[in-house]
Nanobody, 112 residues
């Protein structure tokens, strides 16, 4: 399993960012995918997951602000983040079910 995230960077409070994760080495279309983040000095937090049928799940801190989606033709899962706040800062990882395999992560920083 190989997962590569992209799209991280610096964004101002209230801004938006879209992350991408491309997977290989497994049957992407039949695999649930997820995004998690690790704020500095804190534990990893789940952000969102998406089932193989496209059903999304959002976790408390990002409900209403994020959209997870997938493009099975491109073996890619996306995380669109809106109205970003400083507490969204961290390293964002994607993972493939059963969530033993993770990408290297991308840094997302929300700062003015």
């Amino acid at each position: 399993v190989h997962l590569v995230e992209s799209g991280g960077g610096v964004v101002q409070p209230g801004g938006s960012l879209k992350l991408s994760c491309t997977g290989s080495g497994f049957t992407f279309s039949s695999t649930a995918m997820g995004w998690a983040r690790r704020p500095a000095g804190k534990n990893v937090q789940w952000v969102s997951r998406i089932a193989s049928d496209g059903t999304p799940t959002y976790y408390n801190s990002v409900k209403g602000r994020n959209t997870i989606s997938r493009d099975n033709a491109k073996n890619t899962v996306y995380l669109e983040m809106n109205d970003m706040q400083p507490e969204d800062t961290g390293v964002y990882f994607c993972a493939a079910e059963p969530y033993r395999d993770w990408g290297r992560g991308v840094q997302v920083t929300v700062s003015s």
